[in-house]
């Protein structure tokens, strides 16, 4: 009998120690199996194992692992599992991957360690297994993400860098060996060796501000700068430094890590651009046009010349901030402008003219060209406008308006003064007999007969007629003027009695004279009868009575008087203002006032001359004359008269009417009207003279040579057919040198002069004459010892 007591204590401790491997092997955090080693059978796993492989423990039973591990994976673990079993190797570990149950992809770490007997090859092996799929996905995502990162940094020709600043290593990236053209092992590897890459001119500027960064770090640790290089291969670069830096531990800033990008490109393409601009801006600049670039939803500008800025007069900081367009119009222009942005919006282009309200509260007339900028989806992004300044060209524009207005008036006068030259000779023509014998015949009628009235009438008749002549005449500016250098202020004190009794009584008259005033070169009745005009004018204009104010004073036109106004030569003159408290005149009515026949009176009330012939008499001076008015507010009438060169003369000219008219010289009448010449030599004979009437110039010359006595005067009308007055003389003074001429015409003198028909000193009578005038001016050229007129000069053909 044997003592089993140690045998059975064993039993115990095997028993007890399998109860703890099998405890251990259920509750592995790790897969665990017992594997048939020749064959790969499963003899026994843990539920991890098979939780991991997604079978159950009994479906594993039935499995080898060749059956579930991924076939790229099965050769390697075979052979480690060879060399296992020829004692080669004691264990292995490999990563491999097993294919799950439902067909997914398991990575595990598997360690497999042989069962056996000394001697003996192993039969069964234990194989352990840790689940590293999400670690092996997650190296993957790693490792693609690092070669998108290095797709990306070639890419965008970026590389990194890393500075350990103790040691002074600097360690590139492959990327950033490209960059700089170099390799590891020709590049240094140190901070010096990175600065010898940078251009000479700027490797001090770059190393001082590394140095500067080093010594006094920015909160956010963060340098970056720009410089360019000489690469390793020769080649001239832009390179742009990022680097970040970080501190051990304890603190200490002691690394630098950070990207290295080769912005060659995009220096160049910013040069590019730069230089592109500059060009642009030059050209812009250069425009006196205003060019202006704004966003339409934003309303604010992008884009200005420098001709925008000054003339808006606003700042290129002002014209950034301040919204466009309200700033620079007014509202209504706003309005157009914003409806002419939708039509361009489709059209692409348009123009308006705007008002430009500058800065300094000036306003500029503009004339703008507009278009749309859109992107390549048709989306309009900006709004294109080109201003012309069109001040000038208005102005141009509106001077060239009034210098038409000025050219059609002076057609118009042009007309009217022909018209009334043509009707003034043929009137005066008519008007001579009928003035000449209404006189006559009341001279011969005794005070109380029945015939003296009618006689009379006829005679005012003439008068009148014989006065509308004179103001067409004056119109026209084509009447005959005595001018003289005249004191006008003397003129107004003589003549304010006769106004005085002209003007009602209710019109209070108020002269106000300069002192010292300048003489004018003027026709001192013409001047009244201006004065005259206008005086009446004004009474007219205040029915209900008011204050009617004469004043004269020295002033100044200068060249601006001369581009608004006609005909006014710049210089100084003499003015003369008269101004009433009536119920003055709208705008339409100015501008008619001076218009021949124009009256605001009533049917017989005027002819519509009294103002145009106040215009005639005026501009005959050498004058202008303006008027100023609004409704309600009276009128005032300025006249300027140039200065006279000479001293003035005494208004009060001497009577050289003489005292005896008759005689009994003999005179030669040349007359081809009837009426006028049968009615001058009725005058002529009454006084006593001897009259040899002749209707044309070689009539006159027969009866010349065919008289016996001496001729002592020739009185003959200027224009006649065949032969007119000048030729005639000319032809009878040479062979009777002492006969005397005097000449008579129905045309004006302007007419006679300026076409060569008689010379400016002849002596001349203008028809219609009274029988005085005429009988008068006969004894006055009779009485005088001159011969007559000079040798005329050129002729100048006329109608006759």
């Not at 990175?194 to 490797?203: D, G, I, M, T």
């Not at 304010?496 to 002192?515: N, P, S």
């Not at 004073?553 to 009433?580: C, F, K, W």
């Amino acid at each position: 009998m044997h003592d089993i007591t140690e045998r059975k204590q064993a039993e115990e401790k095997l028993r007890e120690s399998e109860g703890r491997f099998r405890a251990i092997f259920e509750q592995a955090a790790v897969g665990v199996a017992q594997v048939m080693t020749r064959t790969g059978e499963f003899l026994r796993i843990n539920k991890r194992y098979a939780d991991i492989v997604g079978y159950t423990m009994d479906e594993m039973k039935k499995l080898s692992f060749q059956q579930i591990t991924y076939p790229e994976d099965l050769q390697a673990d075979l052979d480690l599992t060879g060399q296992m079993i020829e004692g080669k190797i004691r264990e292995f570990t490999m990563e491999k991957r097993y294919y799950h149950k439902d067909g997914g992809i398991v990575w595990v770490n598997l360690t497999v360690s042989p069962m056996w007997q000394v001697g003996e090859s192993p039969e069964f092996h234990v194989a352990v297994v840790e689940d590293i799929t999400d670690r092996k996905r997650a190296e993957q995502e790693l490792k693609q993400s690092n070669r998108k990162l290095r797709l990306a940094l070639q890419a965008s020709s970026m590389g990194t860098w890393d500075w350990d600043i103790v040691s002074d290593r600097v360690s590139w990236s492959a990327e950033t060996l490209d960059i700089f053209g170099t390799s590891f092992e020709s590049f240094g590897g140190t901070y010096e060796a990175y600065l010898n890459f940078a251009e000479s001119e700027v490797r001090d500027e770059a190393d001082r501000g590394v140095k500067n960064f080093l010594a006094n770090p920015p909160e956010s640790g963060v340098i970056q700068y720009e410089h360019p290089i000489t690469s390793g291969d020769g080649q001239k670069k832009w390179i742009e430094v990022r680097g970040k830096l970080f501190g051990d531990d304890q603190g200490q800033l002691n690394r630098m890590t950070g990207i290295c990008t080769d912005i060659t490109e995009r220096r160049k393409a910013e040069e590019e651009f730069r230089t592109e601009k500059e060009f642009t801006d030059t050209a812009l600049d250069a425009q006196t046009d205003t060019f202006f670039l704004f966003n339409p939803e934003a309303g604010k500008a992008v884009r200005w010349n420098r001709a925008f800025r000054d003339v808006s007069g606003y700042t290129d900081e002002e014209i950034a901030r301040i919204p466009v367009p309200a700033t620079y119009y007014n509202p209504d222009d706003v309005e157009r402008f914003k409806t002419l942005i939708k039509n361009v919006l489709n059209e692409q282009t348009g123009s308006i003219m705007m008002t430009l309200i500058c800065k300094d509260g000036r306003k500029v007339p503009t004339e703008y060209q507009v278009s749309a900028m859109s992107d390549a989806a048709g989306v309009c992004r900006y709004i294109i406008s080109i201003g012309r300044d069109v001040t000038e060209r208005l102005k141009i524009e509106a001077e060239k308006e009034q210098l038409e207005a000025q050219f059609h008036q002076a057609q118009k006068l042009e007309s009217v003064g022909r018209l009334a030259g043509g009707v003034a000779h043929d009137l005066n023509n008519l008007l001579s007999p009928i003035l000449g014998y209404s006189e006559m015949m009341l001279e011969g009628t005794a005070a109380g007969d029945v015939r003296r009235e009618p006689l009379d009438e006829i005679r005012r008749a003439g008068m009148r007629a014989r006065g509308l002549v004179h103001q067409l005449l004056a119109f026209s500016r084509k009447q005959t003027l005595e001018f003289r250098s005249l004191d006008l202020n003397a003129v107004l004190r003589k003549f304010k009695k006769l106004l005085r009794r002209t003007i009602r009584e209710d019109i209070d008259i108020q002269m106000t004279l300069a002192h010292r005033l300048p003489p004018v070169r003027g026709d001192i009745g013409q001047l009244e009868q201006v004065i005259m005009n206008l005086a009446v004018n004004a009474q007219d204009a205040m029915p209900d009575g008011g204050e009617l104010t004469i004043e004269t004073a020295q002033s100044e036109l200068d060249e601006s008087n001369a581009v608004r106004h006609e005909g006014v030569t710049p210089g100084p003159y003499v003015m003369i203002a008269i101004s009433d408290t009536g119920h003055g005149m709208d705008e339409e009515t100015l501008n008619l006032i001076f218009e021949p026949f124009f009256t605001t009176k009533g049917v017989d009330k005027g002819t519509g001359l009294g103002l145009a012939t106040t215009y005639g008499i005026i501009k005959q001076h050498g004058g202008n004359i303006r008027v100023y008015s609004e409704p309600g507010r009276g009128a005032t009438f300025k006249v300027y008269l140039p200065f006279s060169a000479e001293p003035s003369e005494d208004i009060i000219p001497a009577d050289k009417t003489p005292a005896d008219m008759s005689g009994t010289e003999t005179i030669l009448l040349v007359e081809d009207n009837d009426q006028v010449r049968k009615m001058a030599c009725a005058i002529l004979k009454r006084e006593g003279y001897t009259v040899l009437p002749a209707s044309g110039g070689q009539e006159a010359i027969d009866l010349m040579e065919s008289h016996d006595g001496a001729v002592h005067l020739i009185l003959t009308d200027v224009v006649m057919p065949e032969m007119n007055g000048r030729q005639l003389f000319e032809d009878i003074s040479g062979r009777y040198p002492d006969v005397k001429a005097l000449y008579m015409s129905g045309y004006t003198d302007d007419v006679i002069l300026h076409r060569g028909l008689m010379d400016p000193d002849v002596q001349f009578i203008q028809k219609p004459f009274a029988v005085k005038s005429l009988t008068a001016k006969v004894r006055e050229v009779l009485d005088q010892c001159s011969k007559g007129p000079e040798r005329p000069g050129k002729e100048a053909p006329i109608r006759s």
